[in-house]
């Protein structure tokens, strides 16, 4: 069950509560520990079709919790704010790519099977991130390829179009669009120091003297 | 398939056939170098420790297999728990690795039954991949043995430069001294490529000449292609990536290393 990504997902926004209020976080889990308000949690989630990629912040009603919320982010400082917008993009991506994908590629799993897997794992895999990380990425992209030009003014808005305008090329054209499309490998240390360090074995020699 | 070369062009190598869906290949490296420079180029440096924390097998635990050591008896490799996936592409195809580790250097000092442990290991997963590609250090020893019973294919990066083209005929002298002593094993050279040209006019243009004779008396194919000099490369491996995803790598450096790979590809009926 851990493995699951919804697992995941409470997780990460458990750690984002506890990040940036202590107190909330407390009473929070106060009251998660109540078997009532876990019931009422299960039927809200539950009565829950489908989450769009772009729609969960609207559905996030201003409500006592998050009001409280507000009060503690209001003292971070810029570059706090930024990374803290950085992790609650993730979270919405990790989450849309959890739940569900559009309904134009559901559509097609009946009528083209290989191509709606084909453009399911490039919906996803541009959600996560991996593929073509920055709008100027989709926009570059669509235009080496011929494709529409990219109107969206973020690279969240710009997924779906991009991905509905290769539904109407057949399997071969897709893939021959998708040709050298590299996936973005997770940032990485390569630094000559690090790797001096693995070399040298500095962290055992350490170890050792200790 | 499987054939030995050097780090950055057997890195460039597999995302080429890979990462294009003209090809969709499912590629392993076998990291047989001491150095480890693919593994360092494919993995980063916080995989490639955790892979070292975590006691995961290595090139070195293969060859090192069948030694007892005073802690416990020899242990048995499973050939799974080696690889390592890099990346896995839209389409499905990926490239694993089977990382290396500076001890294999200690194989060189003790290298007794250890050639044939590559060939039998890999014989056990070789059905997974469509083409595996073994870098290994040059210097003849028991990690080119070892490479070359593991091979169907020999392909030799050349520096178009005076001393590196001399490294040539004894490379395949080598070769040539491995066929004779395991007849039963079918190795062939796929052929002599110029790695790194620059087109440096007069020097670089002698030496390629003197290859090119050289081949031709020998019946050794060169390749028409060349993979160029290009400062993408080192920057390549410093970003994790391949020539054709490095930032600001010249389409013209590219188109270059991809007719190598397309004609690479042609060379051994990929």
Not at chain 2, 182 to 189: G, R
């Amino acid at each position: 069950m851990t493995n699951q990504p919804e697992f995941e997902l409470l997780i990460e926004i458990a750690k984002l509560l506890k990040k940036h209020s202590p107190e909330f976080s407390k009473s929070l889990a106060e009251l998660l520990s109540s078997p009532k308000f876990i019931e009422h949690l299960v039927s809200v989630l539950s009565s829950t079709n489908t989450i769009s990629s772009t729609g969960i912040t609207q559905q996030i009603k201003p409500t006592t919790s998050n009001q409280r919320l507000k009060k503690p982010r209001s003292s971070l400082t810029k570059k706090a704010k930024t990374s803290q917008k950085k992790e609650s993009q993730s979270a919405k991506s990790g989450l849309s790519a959890s739940v569900s994908y559009p309904l134009f590629l559901k559509e097609l799993e009946t009528t083209d099977p290989e191509k709606s897997a084909l453009l399911i794992k490039l919906y996803y895999s541009l959600i996560n991130k991996t593929l073509l990380p920055t709008l100027q990425d989709i926009r570059n992209f669509a235009s080496d390829t011929g494709l529409s030009t990219i109107k969206a003014t973020s690279r969240n808005k710009a997924i779906i179009p991009f991905v509905r305008d290769l539904l109407s090329l057949n399997i071969e054209q897709l893939k021959t669009k998708l040709d050298g499309l590299m996936p973005v490998l997770p940032e990485d240390d390569r630094s000559l120091e690090a790797w001096a360090n693995i070399i040298l074995d500095k962290e055992r020699q350490t170890k050792q003297e200790d | 398939m499987r054939l030995p070369c050097k780090s950055t062009l057997t890195v460039n190598l597999a995302w080429h056939f890979a990462a294009y869906t003209h090809w969709a290949k499912n590629i392993l490296v076998v990291d047989l170098d001491p150095q480890f420079n693919a593994s360092q180029y494919l993995l980063g440096v916080s995989k490639y420790k955790t892979i070292l924390n975590q006691g995961k097998p290595t090139t070195w635990d293969i060859l090192e297999q069948n030694t007892r050591t005073p802690t416990g008896l020899s242990r048995i490799i499973d050939p799974h728990k080696l690889i390592h996936n890099v990346v896995t592409f839209v389409t499905g195809s990926k490239i694993d690795l089977v990382p290396s580790r500076l001890e294999l250097a200690f194989s060189l000092k003790n290298p007794a039954q250890k050639e044939k442990q590559l060939s039998k290991i890999l014989a056990k997963i070789e059905n997974s991949y469509d083409l595996i590609l073994i870098d290994c250090a040059p210097t003849e020893s028991v990690l080119t043995t070892a490479a070359y019973l593991a091979s169907d294919y020999l392909l030799v990066p050349v520096k178009p430069e005076y001393l590196a083209a001399i490294g040539l005929p004894l490379l395949v002298n080598s070769m040539n001294d491995f066929k004779n002593e395991n007849e039963e094993h079918n190795l062939s050279l796929a052929g002599v490529v110029f790695n790194a040209a620059e087109n440096y006019y007069p020097e670089e243009q002698l030496s390629k000449n003197m290859v090119r004779d050289l081949a031709s008396k020998q019946g050794w194919y060169v390749f028409q292609a060349e993979v160029p000099y290009s400062k993408s490369f080192p920057k390549g491996a410093r970003e994790g990536k391949p020539i054709i995803n490095t930032s600001y790598a010249r389409t013209v450096q590219k188109a270059r290393f991809m007719n190598f790979a397309e004609e690479f590809a042609k060379r051994i009926s990929l």
